[in-house]
């Protein structure tokens, strides 16, 4: 297990060391907690970085079939409602 220690000296008015107190506190849970999130953070960036991908793919597809900016515009949004509705599912 992980323990975060701390420790401070108690001095004697002439300047000695007395003695030591000191705390120490488990933090296992909490770095095994960090070590789950950062493991879903990447996988989350993983999946960000697909969907991308996917949106660019679309969109270069999208452009080469359009004929003007306005059946770009209008056959992109339906493009990408369908991959927001593929998403949800």
């Known amino acids: ?3 975060r220690t701390l420790a401070s ?3 004697l008015p ?3 060391i007395l003695e ?4 120490s506190t488990d933090v296992d849970d909490l770095l ?3 070590a789950q999130q ?3 953070v990447k996988e989350l960036q993983h999946r960000t970085r697909n969907v991308m991908a ?5 969109a270069g597809r999208t452009l080469k079939e359009s004929q003007s900016l306005e059946q770009f515009a209008e056959r992109f949004e339906d493009r990408l409602q369908a991959l927001a509705r593929v ?3």
């Open 87 to 89: 998403q949800g599912l």
């Open 38 to 40: 950062e493991i879903l």
């Open 9 to 11: 000296p108690v001095h």
């Open 14 to 16: 002439e300047g000695p």
């Open 54 to 58: 996917v949106v660019q793919a679309v």
């Open 20 to 23: 030591w107190l000191g705390t």
């Open 1 to 3: 297990r992980h323990f």
């Open 32 to 34: 095994q907690l960090q």
